[in-house]
Nanobody, 131 residues
Framework: QVQLVESGGGSVQAGGSLRLSCAAS????????VGWFRQAPGKKREGVAV???????TYADSVTGRFTISKDYANNALDLQMNTLKPEDTGMYYC?????????????????????????WGQGIQVTVSS
């Protein structure tokens, strides 16, 4: 299994930017699909962005054009660049690494939240955007 630790969260004013990073250990992320999820207070956790092993990506409609997911192969990490932040982006952000199976397209958010040893989650980090 892979262990994940998020960093880079904090507080920012609306319109600002933050870059989240998720350091992986135990396994190389080269063979994992990866993603970012978030949970706002009082709401269910939702998918933000996912990336398969070939680098294809899917974004939630609410962040398309503002957020960018990427892998940092040199540091065995994944990042989330967040620009033009809005108050509704506030929440706990979680990174996830999903072991790639041959039949798995890795593009379905709900697959990452299934109870499976294929899915490895970080502890989460807070992002707060003030208006």
């Amino acid at each position: 299994q892979v262990q994940l630790v998020e960093s880079g969260g904090g507080s920012v004013q609306a319109g600002g930017s933050l870059r989240l990073s998720c350091a992986a250990s135990g396994r190389s992320l080269m063979t994992y699909c990866v993603g970012w999820f978030r949970q706002a207070p009082g709401k269910k956790r939702e998918g933000v962005a996912v990336m398969d092993v070939e680098g294809r990506t899917t974004y939630a409609d609410s962040v398309t054009g503002r957020f960018t997911i990427s892998k940092d192969y040199a540091n065995n990490a994944l990042d989330l660049q967040m620009n033009t932040l809005k108050p509704e982006d506030t929440g706990m952000y979680y990174c996830v690494a999903r072991f790639r199976r041959p039949w798995d397209p890795c593009m379905v958010f709900s697959d990452y939240e299934k109870q499976s040893t294929d899915n490895n989650w970080g502890q989460g980090i807070q992002v707060t955007v003030s208006s």
